[in-house]
């Protein structure tokens, strides 16, 4: 079964909002989360590494002011787009990480769609 | 800068054949090895990880890795139509913790 869960699985929103997109891992283990985003037929691109109680790692070229990333509880990281545009819109996946060499799983993912 | 090579495809095969899906890696500490399927449209799902030189066997999937030749790979025995998807490689190791992706191979198994 699923080991992370996240949603909205899909939202449309309108330019100039902010969207919120949460991570929850469902064994309440401490957990590293990494976000992604993902154009259609392209590949995975990480975006930033989240753990608990530490600011979020970003990687080259993500704006941190735009892609809000928090992991405030041991099993949650959410991830917010702020003042959204039609450019943002995308896929964007979340994957949990237990261990330095163990799997990751991936949420469901979040279709983002700004109009 | 760590790279996982993959041929994008399509890599098509007819249904009950062997597909097999191919991935070198750059760096030479890596230490752990994951492929995931993901259908169009959905996030990628684990299918197998490997850690050590040799076969490892699941039902229909076989992973296999060399670490000489910096080389893993994936073998699918009696495709299925539903196997079609895009088969992504991930290395970790070598001083990181995050995984490194390769941008896929796309699976086309036709009836």
């Known amino acids: 079964g699923a080991v992370v869960s996240q949603h909205p699985s899909r939202v449309i929103c309108k330019s100039g909002t902010s969207v919120k997109i949460e991570c929850r891992s469902l064994?309440?283990?401490?957990?590293?989360m990494f976000w992604y985003r993902q154009f259609p037929k392209k590949s995975l691109m990480l975006m930033a590494t989240?753990?608990?109680?530490?600011?979020?790692?970003?990687e080259q070229g993500v704006e941190k002011d735009k892609f809000l990333i928090n992991h405030a509880s041991l099993t949650l990281s959410t991830l917010t787009v702020t003042s959204a545009h039609p450019e943002d819109s995308s896929f964007y996946i979340c994957?949990?990480?237990?261990?330095?060499?163990?799997?990751?799983?991936f949420g469901q993912g979040t279709r983002l769609t700004v109009v | 800068q760590k790279e996982v090579e993959q041929n994008s495809g399509p890599l098509s095969v007819p249904e009950g054949a062997i597909a097999s899906l191919n991935c070198t890696y750059s760096?030479?500490?890596?230490?752990?090895f994951f492929w995931y399927r993901q259908y169009s449209g959905k996030s990628p799902e684990l299918i197998m990880f490997?850690?050590?030189?040799g076969d490892k066997e699941d039902g229909r999937f076989t992973a296999q890795l060399n670490k000489a030749s910096q080389y893993v790979s994936l073998l699918i025995r009696d495709s299925q139509p539903s196997d079609s998807a895009t088969y992504l490689c991930?290395?970790?190791?070598?001083?990181?913790?995050?995984?490194?992706f390769g941008r896929g191979t796309s699976l086309i198994v036709h009836p």
């Open positions: 994957s949990e990480q237990k261990g330095m060499n163990t799997e990751a799983f």
């Open positions: 064994d309440f283990q401490a957990t590293t």
């Open positions: 989240s753990n608990e109680g530490s600011k979020a790692t970003y």
């Open positions: 760096d030479r500490g890596s230490q752990s």
């Open positions: 490997i850690y050590s030189n």
């Open positions: 991930a290395v970790k190791g070598g001083g990181s913790y995050i995984p490194t």
